[in-house]
């Protein structure tokens, strides 16, 4: 079926909640998609930072075959091997012991919430509740996790919002040093802030945070569900930093686009949630463990997050050097394949130009191009993308 018709359809029978470009992806193979016209498109998406292994990776594809046909789904009143041994892999190469899955991004940060909270209360007072995040910030779309996410726009028509969450710039530690007082349960961060714009902060803000967590007893709790599973050059963000969490939510990349969320907690902290504490039905399911646990294996064996650390420093020099020829570039930031181009214009008519060439990007704000190809990009991929980027740019007018 054409792409007209199928959009036609999306509109009047889908919620109206997202701004959707004009395609309909059809079919997608490792860092390239086609649409229902046929149409081929480099994918510097994957799938909004999902498909760290790309699409159709063939170990995903076997385990997705496999497990389909073994056992899908478990009430979690059993145990499920895929779960056990997700859990043991995320404790093995991280710094938590313990782990509670869910099934998307949203549900991991509900459950860190809840976590910290309780702990809070448990080992200091029951007014201990609040959480400092950040402005800025992006943490989901449920009413607690919109709530947490530092930015207005996300807010409107939803007041009154959740109580207990207080915001503060972005990488200002003095900022938070104020904002820390006996009612604070948890500072909630993303190492590197990526909806709202591809922020990098400064080499000393997670240890500073965590040496105001450590002082005022007060949990640290880090989003990587973007940064995560080698985003950034390593498997965490937070090992850039010399530093740990308390608490690390994962979604997105964790099993290349098979729905997943996973709160990961040290021992101290993870023994506040007792048996009835949370739930979730879908949580963990034989499934969605079993790709996630492909798909950690696979970027673990190959050293991807090192791949991805080594062609993002080579692509963001390249891109510093389009600087002088390209005047709408404000700002080149990231780490590993989480890149953010802020430009002087509007960011929306520069995507839509590389969509026209062939080469699909997503905005991060109103002026910043993000890249974020999967891990496995091809070099010559790479190399592409930077042509069809450069001509949208030389196009935008300054
Ligand atoms: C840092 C961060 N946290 C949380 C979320 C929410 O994840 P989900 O959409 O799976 O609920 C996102 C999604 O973009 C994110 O980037």
Redesign the pocket.
């Known amino acids: 079926m054409e792409s007209k018709t199928l959009i036609e359809w999306s509109e009047r029978y889908l919620m109206d909640t997202y701004a959707r470009y004009p395609l309909c992806l059809v079919r997608g193979e490792g860092a390239r998609v086609w649409d229902a016209n046929g149409k081929e498109y480099l994918d510097f998406t994957s799938g909004?930072?999902v498909l760290a292994l790309g699409h159709c990776h063939p170990r995903v594809v076997g385990t997705i075959r496999e497990q389909a046909a073994t056992l899908t789904s478990a009430s979690n009143l059993f145990h499920t091997p895929p779960a056990i041994q997700l859990a043991k892999l995320l404790v093995a190469h991280s710094f938590a012991d313990r782990v509670f899955f869910s099934?998307?991004?949203?549900?991991?940060?509900e459950a860190a919430f809840k976590l910290a909270r309780k702990y809070a209360k448990e080992t200091f007072s029951s007014d201990r509740y609040e959480i400092i995040a950040t402005r800025n910030?992006?943490?989901?779309?449920?009413l607690a996790?919109v709530t947490a996410t530092g930015q207005e726009k996300y807010w409107h028509g939803f007041e009154p919002l959740m109580p207990g969450f207080k915001h503060v710039p972005y990488n200002d530690l003095r900022a938070v040093e104020r904002a820390i007082d006996n009612r604070t349960a948890a500072i909630l961060v993303?190492p590197i802030?990526?909806?709202g714009g591809v922020v990098v902060p400064d080499d000393g803000y997670l240890p500073g945070l965590r040496k105001l967590c450590d002082e005022a007893g007060v949990l640290l709790i880090l989003?990587?569900?973007?940064?995560g599973m080698g985003r950034t050059g390593t498997l965490w963000a937070y090992q850039h930093s010399g530093v740990e969490p308390d608490i690390m939510?994962l979604?997105?990349a964790l099993a290349n686009g098979i729905?997943i969320?996973a709160t990961l907690a040290t021992a101290a902290v993870a023994a506040a949630f007792t048996r009835g504490s949370h739930g979730s039905t879908f949580g963990g399911n034989p499934f969605a463990a079993a790709v996630a646990l492909t798909t950690l294996t696979t970027l673990l064996e190959g050293k991807l997050p090192e791949r991805a650390g080594r062609i993002g420093r080579d692509l963001m020099s390249r891109l510093e050097a389009l600087k002088p020829t390209r005047p709408v570039i404000r700002q080149i930031r990231g780490k590993g394949l989480l890149i953010g181009i802020e430009l002087s214009v509007p960011a929306g008519p520069v995507i839509a130009e590389c969509r026209k060439q062939g080469l699909l990007v997503l905005p991060a704000g109103d002026d910043v191009v993000r890249l974020a190809p999967s891990l496995t990009v091809e070099e010559s991929q790479v190399e592409r993308a930077l042509a069809i980027l450069d001509s949208a740019l030389a196009k935008a007018a300054p």
């Open positions: 909004h930072v099934n998307s991004g949203a549900e991991a940060n910030s992006f943490h989901g779309r449920t996790t993303e802030q990526g909806e989003d990587e569900i973007q940064t939510t979604a997105k729905p969320g």
